[in-house]
């Protein structure tokens, strides 16, 4: 199954794409795509009311905006430098551990949003990456029922202002957390569509020219690993979100460094999930 949410920025409605490409509006079903709905059994229950009443939902045009594939999470969990060349580029050591940080949960927007750059910013970076839902309470997890957790999966570009994050004192969420710098979507699919997560091709081009181009077999820490140690530190909740990291060829680490300026156009995908475009524009533009 894949989820979507469409319509206008705060009034977005639930929905799925079908096997053959059509958007179709789900509101009837009762229920958004949040916490209740992911730990509630809410993708087995809308599975079996869409045999009943998937012939009856109306069709969504294409023009319509998407919003992010579900609501505001109670966290969004990400984990760096999880791929070796991305963490040679930033110059940074190969981890012996996951290293955590968050972002903010009000950076969410739809997957063809406009990206804000920041009042101040001088160095605003893109970040491909894979992101994995949570289906079901996590605590304490074993690596082994970690995928038992996991409602789905989505593309999430993972913008970062490099000033903020590692010119500024403190931790990195500043550089992560400016309002558009997490568009996730078009959607989230669920397990049964991603064959296998650790095998996705991950892409990202900026004006039309490829910079990001790999695959999640370079993980560090594979997504189990991913689970379960974040569940030794917090309470995983149902929609929670997880990003994986980013692989090598992020603005930081060509030489020059290149950042986004206004009017720069960013796409991105991957395997299995769709892409997305975000064009930057200026704050208060």
Same mark, same amino acid.
Request: proline residues 6%; negative net charge; glycine residues 10%.
């Given at each position: 199954?894949?989820?979507?949410?469409?319509?206008?920025?705060?009034?977005?409605?639930?929905?799925?794409?079908?096997?053959?490409?059509? #958007?179709?509006? *789900?509101? !009837?079903?009762?229920?958004?795509?949040?916490?209740?709905?992911?730990?509630?059994?809410?993708?087995?229950?809308?599975?079996? #009311?869409?045999?009943?009443?998937?012939?009856?939902?109306? %069709?969504?045009?294409? %023009?319509?905006?998407?919003?992010?594939?579900?609501?505001? =999470?109670?966290?969004?969990?990400?984990?760096?430098?999880?791929?070796?060349?991305?963490? !040679?580029?930033?110059?940074?050591? *190969?981890?012996?551990?996951? +290293?955590?940080?968050?972002? !903010?949960?009000?950076?969410?927007?739809?997957?063809?949003?406009?990206?804000?750059?920041?009042?101040?910013?001088?160095?605003?970076? $893109?970040?491909? %990456?894979?992101?994995?839902?949570?289906?079901?309470?996590?605590?304490?997890?074993?690596?082994?029922?970690?995928?038992?957790?996991?409602?789905?999966?989505?593309?999430?570009?993972?913008?970062?202002?490099?000033?903020? @994050?590692?010119?500024?004192?403190?931790? #990195? +969420?500043?550089?992560?957390?400016?309002?558009?710098?997490?568009?996730?979507?078009?959607?989230?699919?669920?397990?049964?569509?991603?064959?296998?997560?650790?095998?996705?091709?991950? $892409?990202?081009?900026?004006?039309?020219?490829?910079? @990001?181009?790999?695959?999640?077999?370079?993980?560090?820490?594979?997504?189990?690993?991913?689970?379960?140690?974040?569940?030794?530190?917090?309470?995983?909740? =149902?929609?929670?979100?997880?990003?994986?990291?980013?692989?090598?060829?992020?603005?930081?680490?060509?030489?020059?460094?290149?950042?986004?300026?206004?009017?720069?156009? *960013?796409?991105?995908?991957?395997?299995?999930?769709?892409?997305?475009?975000?064009?930057?524009?200026?704050?208060? @533009?």
């Amino acid at each position: 199954m894949k989820l979507i949410r469409f319509g206008e920025e705060g009034k977005e409605k639930p929905g799925v794409q079908t096997e053959d490409g059509k #958007w179709l509006d *789900v509101s !009837a079903f009762g229920q958004d795509y949040n916490e209740d709905f992911f730990g509630g059994d809410g993708l087995a229950r809308l599975t079996d #009311w869409l045999k009943e009443n998937g012939s009856n939902c109306p %069709e969504v045009s294409k %023009e319509t905006r998407l919003g992010a594939p579900l609501r505001r =999470p109670s966290k969004m969990v990400c984990v760096g430098l999880n791929y070796a060349k991305h963490a !040679a580029e930033g110059g940074m050591a *190969v981890p012996k551990e996951p +290293v955590l940080f968050f972002k !903010a949960t009000s950076a969410i927007v739809g997957p063809n949003d406009d990206l804000v750059i920041p009042k101040n910013s001088e160095k605003t970076d $893109w970040e491909v %990456e894979l992101a994995i839902v949570i289906g079901k309470k996590a605590s304490y997890v074993s690596k082994e029922q970690a995928l038992d957790h996991v409602a789905g999966y989505v593309l999430h570009n993972d913008y970062s202002e490099r000033a903020f @994050q590692l010119e500024r004192e403190g931790q #990195w +969420v500043k550089g992560k957390s400016c309002d558009t710098f997490a568009p996730l979507g078009p959607f989230i699919a669920t397990p049964d569509e991603i064959k296998d997560p650790h095998a996705l091709r991950l $892409w990202l081009k900026l004006n039309g020219k490829m910079m @990001q181009d790999s695959s999640t077999s370079d993980f560090i820490f594979d997504i189990p690993t991913q689970i379960s140690y974040i569940s030794q530190f917090m309470t995983l909740l =149902p929609g929670d979100v997880i990003s994986t990291g980013t692989p090598f060829g992020v603005g930081l680490g060509l030489k020059p460094p290149t950042y986004l300026k206004p009017g720069d156009v *960013v796409e991105l995908g991957i395997d299995g999930l769709g892409s997305s475009t975000q064009t930057a524009k200026a704050y208060g @533009q």
